[in-house]
Nanobody, 117 residues
Framework: QVQLVESGGGLVQPGGSLRLSCAASGRLFSINDMGWYRQAPGKQREFVAS???????KYADSVKGRFTISRDNAKNTLSLQMNSLKLEDTAVYYCNYMNRDPPFASWGQGTQVTVSS
């Protein structure tokens, strides 16, 4: 299995920036997807961004142009640079690892991001 630990959340004003990091440990296979999801109070968890082991990027429409996902395969880390933050970006952000073969998924414990004036 894979263990994920997020860091970097906090309180920021609208228009500000934050950078989230996720450190992965354990048995990581060569073909996988890593990404970020978020869950706001009273809402379902939703996809934010992902990057696979080939470097293909995906973003939710709501964060395109504002968030940038990146990964360092040598260090087994995942990052999310969040710029131009909005009130509606407030949520708990979760790091996700999805392995292709064998198929399994791992989640981090989450980190709170609060955008407030």
């Amino acid at each position: 299995q894979v263990q994920l630990v997020e860091s970097g959340g906090g309180l920021v004003q609208p228009g500000g920036s934050l950078r989230l990091s996720c450190a992965a440990s354990g048995r990581l296979f060569s073909i996988n997807d890593m990404g970020w999801y978020r869950q706001a109070p009273g809402k379902q968890r939703e996809f934010v961004a992902s990057v696979n082991s080939d470097g293909w990027l995906k973003y939710a429409d709501s964060v395109k142009g504002r968030f940038t996902i990146s990964r360092d395969n040598a260090k087994n880390t995942l990052s999310l640079q969040m710029n131009s933050l909005k009130l509606e970006d407030t949520a708990v952000y979760y790091c996700n690892y999805m392995n292709r073969d064998p198929p399994f998924a791992s989640w981090g414990q989450g980190t709170q991001v609060t955008v407030s004036s």
